[in-house]
């Protein structure tokens, strides 16, 4: 994948265009459609699956449902792996994507991060389709990020806007990813180990494409394929901690003190007869592109530091900290010496402070870390943090590179970078300076990544 800053020519060679390398071959490693047919692959009438082999000698028929940002990338590679095999399918993605049909599959683009009358529309396709199969069905199940939002089939007597009102409410409060997939799966019928009860007799595999920290089964894409942990219990306490109550529609408070009363089932849980036929497989996540990351680093003859995948937390705080460790790299050696690249993964969070700006998560880290460079001796740190989505807040940016020079630079173009951070402007800023990372929608999500590299010890 070939990125670019801004929407001007490839940068001249130096830790810019070095950056963009690694990042180009990190996303290379969490391509979908490579990443499904390396784990999907037909031999005769031997269908290997994930973790399972499955006869086909024994199936009468074959159907695919995929939900997320990757879906349709990821639908069109098991389509040319099933070819004539395959009886049929749905798939939905979300809009502006590559691929707006497919040969096989019916593929809806709904919406997200709520979902829409094209996430009911898919939804319901689906489930049609899955209701009444027999043991001698099979389901293949592409799941990525953004399912929660892309694929919803409400509840009880829930209806799309109430669902709407909750996520928009719950995606406000502050609330973690978890929490809110913890009230999503007690509102849908798919979430939660649904689509599993719905796919029940027929044998199910799905192939899972993280956008989760820490890539827990059960919270990407809100679990529709295994067991859920959580109860209605949990989803109400959900409520009460961030105090939404008040602001959620009446038929939302009433389903959740049904369900804990136990006048409504539970989401599937461990042990349930739909998950004796059933195998979930994680095909690619965050550490994967970090992995593929440090390899092209340490090509480039960078000494590689891999700190993880699990960085959270307010963005600008992040860029501070991965500036902090490139200052130690070049002013002591620590934790190791230069040149070095350090590599981190994860979602960072934004607290609007002040409303206005323009700019997303990535691109906020970035300018935090340019200004806590702001000096001559740290020129030779360079930090590109990256969306993989290719999608940074309101902007066409999916994220932005930085150096110890950037904040001086952008001084000189009459730009206030304290000013663009403290307004949350970061995407105003890094489109003028012409370094917010380009790549448009990349077909995939695998949360960020933070690249650091310091070339040289620091200077003074």
């Not at 669902?163 to 909750?166: D, E, S, W």
């Not at 295994?226 to 209605?232: A, G, I, L, N």
């Not at 699990?310 to 963005?315: S, T, V």
């Given at each position: 994948?070939?990125?670019r ?15 963009l ?5 990190a996303?290379?490693?969490v391509?979908?459609a490579a990443l499904?047919?390396s ?9 290997h699956?994930?973790?399972v ?8 028929r074959?159907f ?14 098991a389509e040319r792996?099933?070819g004539?095999r395959?009886s049929?399918?749905v798939?939905v993605t ?7 049909r ?6 809806h683009e709904g919406?997200h991060?709520?979902?829409d009358?094209?996430?009911?529309l898919?939804?319901?396709q689906m ?5 009444g ?7 293949i199940a592409?799941?990525?990020g953004?399912?929660?939002a892309l ?8 209806n799309l806007?109430d669902?709407?009102?909750?996520t928009?409410?719950l ?8 929490e809110?997939?913890t009230?999503?799966r007690?509102?849908s019928r ?9 796919a029940a007799p027929?044998r199910?595999?799905a192939?899972?494409l ?5 890539s827990?089964l ?7 394929t ?7 219990a ?11 109550w ?11 003190r049904?369900g804990?009363?136990?006048r ?16 979930t ?10 992995r593929a990351a ?5 090509a480039?003859?960078y000494?590689?530091l891999?700190l993880?995948s ?6 600008r ?13 070049a ?7 230069a040149?070095?690249?350090?590599i981190?993964?994860g979602e ?11 700019g997303?998560?990535?691109q ?17 740190i360079?930090l590109?943090?990256?969306g993989?989505?290719g999608v ?11 150096d ?8 000189t173009m009459?730009l206030?970078?304290q000013?663009?951070l403290?307004g ?6 890094f489109q003028?300076?012409?370094?917010a ?6 077909g995939?999500?695998?949360n ?8 040289g010890?620091?200077?003074?």
């Open positions: 994948m070939k990125l800053l801004g929407h001007g020519p490839p940068p001249s060679p130096g830790p810019a265009a070095r950056l390398e690694i990042l180009g071959v996303m290379q490693a391509d979908p499904v047919a784990h999907l692959r037909l031999d005769g009438e031997q269908l699956a994930g973790p082999t499955v006869d086909l000698g024994a199936v009468d074959v695919l449902v995929a939900a997320g940002k990757a879906a349709a990338t990821m639908a069109a590679a792996i099933l004539p395959l049929g399918g798939a979300a809009r502006g994507g590559g691929i707006h497919l040969e096989r599959c019916t593929l919406g991060p709520l979902p009358p094209s996430s009911l898919a939804a319901r489930a049609r389709m899955l209701e199969l027999t043991e001698r069905d099979l389901v592409l799941i990525s953004g399912s929660s694929l919803e089939l409400p509840a009880g007597r829930l806007v669902l709407q009102t909750a928009a409410s995606l406000a409060s502050g609330a973690a990813i978890h809110i997939n009230v999503r007690h509102l798919l979430k939660g180990g649904g689509l599993a009860r719905l027929a199910l595999v192939l899972v993280s956008d989760v920290v820490g827990p059960d919270a990407i894409g809100s679990g529709p295994v067991p859920d942990p959580t109860t209605y949990d989803a109400a306490a959900v409520i009460a901690r961030y105090g939404l008040s602001s959620l529609p009446a038929s939302i408070s009433e389903h959740l049904t804990m009363s136990g409504i089932a539970e989401t599937a849980k461990q042990g349930e007869p739909c998950f004796a036929r059933s195998a497989a994680l095909i690619g996540d965050n550490a994967l592109a970090a440090g390899e092209a680093a340490a480039l003859g000494g590689v891999h993880g699990r960085f959270q937390g307010e963005a705080e992040l860029g501070r900290i991965m500036a902090s460790l490139g200052q130690a790299v002013a002591e050696g620590l934790p190791l010496a040149p070095a690249c350090l981190a993964g960072s969070t934004v607290s609007l402070k002040r409303l206005g700006g323009v997303g998560r990535n906020e880290l970035a300018l935090a870390a340019a200004i806590a460079l702001d000096d001559p001796r740290w020129a030779g360079s590109a943090s990256f993989t989505d940074d807040g309101a902007t066409d940016a999916a994220g932005a590179v930085v110890g020079t950037t904040a001086a630079r952008a001084r009459g206030d970078p000013q663009a403290a949350h402007d970061s995407g105003r800023f003028t300076l012409g370094e990372i380009v790549s448009g929608p990349t995939t999500n695998v960020d990544l933070m690249v650091l590299l310091v070339d010890t620091a200077a003074g």
